[in-house]
């Protein structure tokens, strides 16, 4: 499975991007994907994650009630809608799939990564 993230750039504070990550392959209906970030100097953390079906969905307190994911198994996609973005969200963000199928949190759960978006926030 190759995984091809994309809609990273410059934004300004408060604004909304979408991020995308588009699979290869068959199996994309079955993987649980996530979203996970790195900011310079830190380790990656988890963002959010959604299950095969779309059925459930996980998401980190720092970014709940502004982030959501959602995926179109149609178009081998999942997305990250985020609103209301702030300095700290500054990161490469990375989007990953798991075989399990299920809404993971922890990166050592997930088999697949995309190579990351670059996301500045600027003040």
């Known amino acids: 499975v190759q995984l091809q993230a994309s809609g990273g750039g410059l934004v300004q504070a408060g604004g909304s991007p979408r991020l995308s990550c588009v699979a290869s392959?068959?199996?994309?209906?079955?993987?649980?994907m996530g979203w996970f970030r790195q900011a310079p100097g830190k380790e990656r953390e988890f963002v959010a994650s959604i299950m095969s079906t779309g059925g459930a969905t996980n998401y980190a307190d720092s970014v709940k009630g502004r982030f959501t994911i959602s995926r179109d198994n149609t178009k081998n996609t999942v997305y990250l809608q985020m609103n209301s973005l702030k300095p700290d969200d500054t990161a490469v963000y990375y989007c990953?799939?798991?075989?399990?199928?299920?809404?993971?949190?922890?990166?050592?759960?997930?088999?697949?990564w995309g190579q990351g978006t670059l996301v500045t926030v600027s003040s």
């Open positions: 392959g068959r199996s994309f209906s079955s993987y649980g």
């Open positions: 990953a799939a798991n075989t399990y199928g299920l809404p993971h949190r922890p990166p050592a759960l997930y088999h697949y």
